[in-house]
C-alpha cells in the first residue's frame, strides 16, 4: 500500500526530471520519484547494517573472552 507524500526538491532538478522521464521509460513522474526514494532507502538501509556490523565487531573485540580449551591444554592428543 502507497502513502501519498509531499516533498521539495530543486527547481532545476524538477526540470530535468520532467524532461527525462519518459525517455528513461518510466510510467509517470510518479513512478521516477518512488523509484529514486526507493534507491535511496536501500542504500541507507545498507550503511546502517554496515554501521551497526562495525560497532558489533568493536563491541566483540573489547569483550573478555573465556578460554574454553584451558582444561585440556598441554594434553598430547596424539598419543592418547
Known amino acids: ?46 550503511r546502517l547494517r554496515e554501521l551497526k556490523r562495525r560497532a558489533a565487531m568493536e563491541m566483540i573485540g573489547r569483550a573478555p573472552h573465556d578460554n574454553v580449551f584451558e582444561s585440556i591444554e598441554g594434553e598430547d592428543f596424539e598419543n592418547r
Open 1 to 46: 500500500m502507497l502513502i501519498q507524500t509531499k516533498i521539495q526538491i530543486d527547481k532545476e532538478n524538477h526540470e530535468f526530471i520532467k524532461q527525462v522521464y519518459k525517455d528513461l521509460h518510466y510510467k509517470s513522474l510518479s513512478e521516477y520519484m518512488r523509484e529514486a526514494v526507493n534507491t535511496k532507502v536501500e542504500e541507507d538501509r545498507r
